[in-house]
Each structure stands twice: as structure tokens, then as C-alpha cells.
């Protein structure tokens, strides 16, 4: 296929914001904390898992999901904390499947244990679940090499939507960069690879744009030598 | 006020980068013409009042029709509203039954005069308990209303609570500042952290004259190391744990100053008990200098900030803690309580230390004053973690997607096309 030719649509760059709500459930314990995760909704368990990259958290946290970092910080049980901090929510087929995870490593952990440990009062695991206000740039892009351009401009809200959010929403669970190379056919392989290789959990949205920056970079600096 | 402020935006881009104004002119686009009222019950002094003198021209230049109302009674009204705040803020008040009639008469007063405005609106915000019964007088109403609290209401005085409950209930939403302070309520509760304004006199840059200038005014040495906690004179924010710490770390910083910074307390007998003790602590150690500052000395605080080398604020109960925001944006790694907002700022080896004791604290000053690489590195951390996450262009976003979820009856995610 001749990419100068296109007939399918150009790549509409979207952008988003994230507001956060209180749920009004609270944890003290690990056998509260498993017992809210049986029944809160998938909302809830993608915030403490990925709403950390788009609200107030710091770019380098100890832990990368907010159940790891509350069992270490306010339970001070580093061993499972460590265990929580090492599930990659990537590696699951959906949120449901996370969700039975977590319980599993919960209740593990709760059998070893001889007692229950509290959490100090004003320490409670607060579950939080937000909504996206998704809404166009005004920008598109009609051939991938313009992306070269483009990405180092991308606000964050905009790589979370088309990188993170984007595995949630499509139906095959990839990116919309992705997807919208799929388009060109084989063109592009070796670029879709090197997206699909970037580990999006440990990292920042920040550096994500940058590592999503460089592979088009790189990619077409080759292709034009 | 419009054209008074019609660079506004440009001027926050030059703090927080064009990226972040072009997010919120392309977030407000659709918003364009709507109508918003902000309803408090002050324009001059206070936080909200703050805030809000720069939230409604930002919001107006991103072309939202937005008003400031303020709801004002008779003393009484008053001596109600602040054993309301009070009570939010976990204090037994009882309130008499003369000062609610008074404080429900002045909303029912206030809501005929503001009826038009309104009665207009599209999205209604109603900061904090003093205007929060207008909405009785609004059954009919077609906007949303919200309601902003800005207290720390993490352990409210139930009766007063569940008195307030009553109106607050009937709103279309609420915002608290932390999740620790959300309470229950039958419509959606929103988090949306405070924020500091850059462009105020608390921490606009200052000449390097304005600045050195306190050195004098207050007999500091410049050239010896200088930590600074700047609150009111309360036992929450533990004055005497800091110079306790202070001790502690003279005795291997032999040159170390302290300086106390807060209001006055002459209103307030229990602000003056704890100004005694703070002064009697100190024995009347001269590198410990106790100020009492007028409530409009922002300049001098910002000063203040800038010169030290370690603001702390070792507070054991706090709110969400601005002073700390306001330090950290002045590149100074905090030392801090491990309590409320101070958590989510003070990231532990990274933009300060979260401390328990006199003695946590007086460790971490010792540290910092001898690595002083680290002390630059962490301070350079903290304030881009501020940029980043608590200047008031950060609330303005919240407040605008927020707009959308109460306009948009959507569960979690709501598509502008």
C-alpha cells in the first residue's frame, strides 16, 4: 500500500481530564480491604492502578498501585506490599481478573498471618473511582511520519488517553498508535513492535511520551537513510 | 474584569508552561457562553476569597460567563457561621436555636436578592456552610448546583453536621479537598485538592533586595543556616516540638536559627496560651526569633520562605497544609507532620521528610543542612512537583471537568465531540 494514498480515516488527536470521587468505602484492615474489593466496581480498581499517572502523585512513587503503597505505608507490612507492588494490571484480560488477584494475595497473606493489622485512624484505604472528560485537539494526523513532530507536543492527558486508556476501550486491548498502523499493513511492523514493547506500567506519562517519541524518531530517521 | 485581565492566561503559561493553558483553552471550548455563579460570603480575606478573585477572571477569559456573589448578614449571621466552621473542624459548639433562625433568615434574605443570577445559571457553586441553605430556596432550580467545602471536616461535630447535612443533601454534588474528608451524601462526592496561586504576593519572585531585606528587619545572620515553620500559634501545628528539634539539632548546627512565623492572637485565648508557651520554650534563646505578623504580610512570609534553608511544618492534625505548598514552590524541601494533606506533598528522601517526633524532625535538619546538594535537589523536586500538581491552574481543570460530569449524565467517561 502506498502510505502517501490513504482511505481510511486520519488520527484524531484527543485529549483528556480525570476528576476524582470518594466512593465512601474505607479499609482498616486486610479483611475489609478484600471484602470492598469483592464488590467495588472495575472503576475503582483502574484509578488505584492507573488513575496515579493523571492526579496529583509523584513521578517517582515507591509503589505504582495505591493498594501496595497503603499496605506498606499505613499496615507497614512490607512483604505484602511487595507482592502487591509486583502485579502488572497489563498482564490480566480485564479488570475482573485483576480484581480476583488482588483477593487472592489479600487472603494469602491473611492466612499467614496471626492477627489482623490496623490501620492507624485517619490512615483508611479511601476507594476513589473517576471520570474522563475526553475531548478533541483539534489536531490531526494524516501520515505516521507527522508524529515525529507531534508527540513531543502531546499534553499527558493525551498520551494517557491514547496509550493507557486506549487498552481498556479497544476491543483487541492495544493502542490507538497501534491500531491506526495496522492500517497501513506491514509498512509499519517493526514500529508497532517496538510500541508494544514499552512498559507502560512502570513508568510516567512523561516518559512515556518520550519513549513513544524517540521509536518514531528513530524510526524514520532509518527509513529516510 | 475582563479586560483588566485579558492576558491573564498568558501570564500563568509563562509559571506553568503553554501546554498546560492550551489544555484548558481546548477543555473549555465547548463551555463557551455557559453561565457559572461562584457564591461565598467574603471578597476580601480567607482562602476561598483568594482563589476565587483569580478562578472567576480565568474562568471568564476561557469564555465562561462567570459571577462572584456574596452572601453578608447581620453579627449574628456570623457568630453562627463560625461555630459552624468550628464544629466542621471537630470542636463541641453547641449553636443556639436564635443564631440558626438568623443564619437560615439571612440565606432566605440572600437568595431573593440573587434569585435572578441565579435562577439563570447553568452550574451553581456554593463555597462552604455560610450560603449552603440558599438551595432551599431554589426548588425549581435548572442548573446544578455544587457544593465546594473547604474545611477539614475529616472528624465534623455530628450535630452541627447533620444539621448542615440537611441542606447539603440537596445538591447535585460536592467537592471535599481529601478523601479522609469526604463524608456521606446521597450524590456524587468529588476530590478536588486546594492550590496555590503563583502570581500572588505570597509567591510571585521577589527582588533579591525585597528579600535580603528581612535579614535585617528580623536580626537574621545570612550566612548561617535558617529553618523556618510559619502557622498560626495553635497546639495542632506543635510550635514547641519545632523548637524542641530545634534544640536538638543546635547541638551539632551550633549556628542554626529558627524562625516562628504567625498571625496575631490577641482574639484568640487559646492562640495566646500557646504564644506563652512557644516563648517560654524558646528561653529567650536570640537565634530563635517568635513573629507575630499582621494576616496581609505576605511579602515578608514569601521573604521569609525564600531565605530559609528548611521550612517545617510539624504539624499533628492539618488540614491539606498550604503553607507547605507555598514553601515547596520556593524550592525548599518540607519537613513535616505525617498527617492530612502533608502526605500527599511531602514525598519522604524526595521533596521533604515526614516526621512523628522532635526528634525525626531535628535528624532530617541535621541531614539536609550537611548534604546540602541533596537539600538544592529535593527543593528543585518539590517545587516541580507543585508545578505540576497544585497551582491553581491544576484546580481550574478539575473545576471545569467537573462542569462536564454534572452536565453530562455519564458514569465514567464523557466523549465531547
Known amino acids: 500500500m502506498n502510505s502517501d494514498d490513504i482511505s481510511f480515516a486520519p488520527f484524531e488527536i484527543k485529549d483528556c481530564a480525570l476528576i476524582a470521587i470518594a466512593t465512601g468505602q474505607r479499609a482498616q484492615n486486610l479483611r475489609e480491604l478484600s471484602t470492598i474489593l469483592n464488590s467495588i466496581s472495575t472503576d475503582s480498581i483502574y484509578y488505584h492502578f492507573w488513575g496515579g499517572l493523571l492526579r496529583p502523585r509523584f513521578d517517582d512513587p515507591e509503589f505504582h498501585n495505591d493498594f501496595a503503597g497503603w499496605v506498606a505505608h499505613a499496615l507497614h507490612d512490607k512483604v505484602l506490599a511487595e507482592r502487591l507492588a509486583v502485579i502488572d494490571p497489563v498482564d490480566f484480560e480485564d479488570l475482573d481478573a485483576l480484581r480476583q488477584e488482588l483477593i487472592e494475595v489479600l487472603e494469602e497473606r491473611q492466612d499467614e498471618l496471626d492477627y489482623p493489622i490496623w490501620a492507624p485512624s485517619g490512615n483508611q484505604f479511601e476507594f476513589i473511582r473517576s471520570q474522563t472528560v475526553v475531548f478533541s485537539t483539534n489536531h490531526t494526523v494524516n501520515q505516521p511520519m507527522e508524529f515525529v513532530e507531534i508527540i513531543p507536543q502531546m499534553s499527558v492527558g493525551t498520551i494517557f488517553f491514547h496509550f493507557i486508556d486506549a487498552k481498556r476501550r479497544n476491543p483487541n486491548s492495544i493502542d490507538d498508535f497501534q491500531n491506526w498502523l495496522l492500517n497501513f499493513g506491514e509498512e509499519y511492523e517493526k514500529l508497532r513492535q517496538g510500541i508494544n514493547e514499552i512498559d507502560a506500567y512502570f513508568s510516567t506519562l512523561v516518559n512515556l511520551r518520550n519513549e513513544l517519541a524517540k521509536l518514531f524518531e528513530k524510526f524514520f530517521r532509518k527509513a529516510k537513510a | 474584569m475582563n479586560e483588566i485581565n485579558g492576558n491573564l492566561l498568558d501570564k500563568y503559561a509563562a509559571v506553568t508552561g503553554q501546554d498546560v493553558i492550551e489544555h484548558l483553552r481546548q477543555l473549555a471550548q465547548p463551555l463557551n457562553g455557559l453561565r457559572v455563579v461562584h457564591v461565598n460570603s467574603t471578597r476580601i480575606g480567607g482562602g476561598v476569597a483568594e482563589i476565587l478573585h483569580k478562578m472567576v477572571p480565568l474562568m471568564q477569559e476561557l469564555g465562561i460567563q462567570t459571577s462572584w456573589e456574596v452572601i453578608t448578614g447581620e453579627q449574628v449571621f456570623y457568630q453562627c457561621t463560625k461555630g459552624f466552621h468550628n464544629a466542621m473542624q471537630g470542636n463541641h459548639v453547641n449553636i443556639p436555636e436564635s443564631q440558626l433562625r438568623a443564619y437560615e433568615e439571612t440565606n432566605a434574605k440572600t437568595a431573593e436578592t440573587l434569585r435572578p443570577v441565579l435562577e439563570e445559571a447553568d452550574v451553581v457553586f456554593i463555597h462552604d456552610p455560610q450560603p449552603a441553605a440558599l438551595i432551599r430556596h431554589f426548588p425549581e432550580r435548572k442548573g446544578k448546583w455544587v457544593w465546594r467545602c473547604h474545611i477539614d471536616v475529616s472528624k465534623p461535630f455530628r450535630p452541627v453536621w447533620k444539621y448542615l447535612r440537611n441542606f447539603v443533601s440537596g445538591y447535585d454534588a460536592s467537592i471535599f479537598s481529601l478523601s479522609s474528608f469526604a463524608q456521606q451524601l446521597p450524590h456524587s462526592v468529588y476530590l478536588i485538592a486546594p492550590s496555590i496561586d503563583p502570581l500572588h504576593d505570597k509567591n510571585v519572585d521577589l527582588e533579591k533586595s525585597e528579600i535580603r531585606e528581612v535579614y535585617n528587619r528580623f536580626n537574621i545572620r545570612p550566612r548561617e543556616p535558617m529553618i523556618l515553620q510559619v502557622s498560626r500559634y495553635d497546639r495542632f501545628k506543635d510550635p514547641i516540638g519545632v523548637i524542641q528539634a530545634y534544640k536538638l539539632a543546635k547541638k551539632?548546627?551550633?549556628?542554626?536559627?529558627?524562625?516562628?512565623?504567625?498571625?496575631?492572637?490577641?482574639?484568640?485565648?487559646e492562640g495566646e496560651a500557646v504564644l506563652n508557651e512557644v516563648r517560654l520554650a524558646a528561653e529567650d534563646d536570640p537565634d530563635v526569633h517568635i513573629l507575630l505578623l499582621p494576616s496581609?504580610?505576605?511579602?515578608?512570609?514569601?521573604?521569609?520562605?525564600?531565605?530559609?534553608?528548611?521550612?517545617?511544618?510539624?504539624?499533628?492534625?492539618e488540614g491539606f497544609g498550604l503553607t507547605v505548598t507555598e514553601a515547596m514552590w520556593k524550592n525548599k524541601p518540607v519537613i513535616g507532620g505525617d498527617t492530612g494533606g502533608i502526605r500527599i506533598q511531602v514525598i519522604n528522601h524526595h521533596t521533604g521528610f515526614l516526621v512523628n517526633t522532635p526528634e525525626g524532625a531535628a535528624l532530617r535538619i541535621r541531614y539536609l543542612l550537611h548534604n546540602?546538594?541533596?537539600?538544592?535537589?529535593?527543593?528543585?523536586?518539590?517545587?516541580?512537583?507543585?508545578r505540576q500538581n497544585f497551582l491553581i491552574t491544576r484546580h481550574l481543570r478539575e473545576y471545569l471537568t467537573l462542569i462536564y460530569a454534572l452536565l453530562y449524565n455519564s458514569t465514567d467517561r464523557i466523549l465531547l465531540d
Open chain 2, 372 to 386: 546540602s546538594d541533596k537539600l538544592a535537589e529535593m527543593g528543585d523536586k518539590a517545587k516541580e512537583f507543585v
Open chain 2, 296 to 317: 496581609d504580610a505576605h511579602r515578608t512570609i514569601n521573604a521569609l520562605q525564600r531565605v530559609s534553608d528548611i521550612v517545617l511544618q510539624k504539624s499533628v492534625r
Open chain 2, 252 to 269: 551539632f548546627v551550633p549556628t542554626l536559627q529558627l524562625v516562628l512565623a504567625g498571625g496575631g492572637a490577641s482574639d484568640d485565648p
